[in-house]
């Protein structure tokens, strides 16, 4: 309300033919879009290979995260959503996704979590926020607020609608308090599904009207196939399905573009996510910090 929300500030300075888009898609499911891209699937397995022989655990998920991360340290202006037909500049960058609980009887149980991270971490940090997240939310009686209270609510009737409704009428003005909304994976900067840990390819998953996620990653199983090199010579080549679904009132189609080329680079060659950035750039009066994880944390094999 006013400007001001506990995630994010209004944006004064959008362009007008981008700042008209809201009123002609109200909703997020009016302005998704879809792409895809097949990220070489042999420099990612070789950088983990040899990741695991130094002791150290990293997955394909996790470095999408990263490459997300260091894109929107390099083009801050993707990192922003659309409430009540206004712009605003997050004042987090958060990924939500979804887990597989331990459950007692091994019946298949979900949570979903979402990781705050800071737009100077590595590959590394980016890592062991991903594990102590998984670590803390797999088993039932740690389960996260949003599953508790799904839990409680759906058994009463009515109160479902009512609940949701509130939630709604409250988050559409900026009302709900903060402990609310980081506990809701609805509210990030990116969602992403792994598909290729249940044996699936990728989807383009809708982005929910409900919170502010504007952008949704799909990780898919491998892919073998054949493709023609410079040369006109035919070679096999595996690749990394990933589709993107994004809402494309945020920004201009060239922001966008500018992020999945800083992606597609990390992606082509992991290595660069071990350091920092050069330089972190923010939104104006959006700029935040998370403190790196402990080093006695580090993540191995």
């Not at 390099?74 to 712009?87: A, D, G, T």
């Not at 991903?130 to 996260?144: D, F, H, L, P, Y």
């Not at 939630?167 to 402990?179: F, M, N, Q, V």
């Not at 910090?289 to 580090?298: F, R, T, Y």
């Amino acid at each position: 309300m006013f400007g001001r929300r506990p995630e994010g500030r209004r944006v004064h300075d959008v362009d007008p033919i981008v700042q008209a888009t809201p009123y002609l898609m109200p909703m997020r499911c009016d302005a998704q879009v879809f792409l895809d891209h097949d990220v070489e699937y042999e420099p990612l397995m070789r950088y983990i290979a040899q990741k695991s022989r130094e002791g150290i655990k990293i997955t394909f998920m996790e470095i999408l995260i990263a490459s997300f991360v260091r894109g929107v340290s390099q083009v801050p202006q993707v990192n922003r959503f659309i409430m009540n037909k206004q712009f605003y500049n997050r004042t987090e960058l958060t990924a939500s996704f979804t887990i597989l609980m331990d459950t007692e009887d091994g019946s298949l149980a979900e949570n979903a979590v979402k990781v705050f991270f800071d737009p100077s971490d590595t590959v590394f940090d980016v890592s062991r926020r991903v594990k102590e997240a998984i670590e803390a939310n797999r088993k039932a009686e740690t389960a996260g607020f949003a599953l508790t209270l799904a839990n409680v609510v759906l058994k009463l009737p009515l109160v479902p609608v009512v609940v949701v409704g509130l939630i709604r009428l409250l988050d559409r003005y900026g009302l709900l308090p903060k402990a609310l909304l980081d506990a809701l994976p609805f509210h990030t900067s990116m969602f992403v599904t792994n598909m290729a840990s249940i044996g699936m390819t990728r989807v383009y998953h809708h982005i929910y009207n409900f919170g502010n996620t504007s952008l949704f990653f799909s990780i898919g199983n491998p892919h073998r196939g054949y493709t023609v090199d410079a040369g006109g010579q035919v070679i096999r080549r595996c690749t990394l399905p990933i589709g993107i679904t994004a809402d494309e009132r945020v920004c201009g189609g060239a922001m966008y573009a500018r992020l999945f080329a800083v992606m597609k680079n990390c992606l082509k060659n992991p290595e660069i996510l071990e350091t920092p950035p050069e330089k972190v750039y923010y939104n104006e009066g959006a700029e935040y910090h998370v403190d790196k994880p402990a080093a006695e944390q580090a993540v191995t094999a």
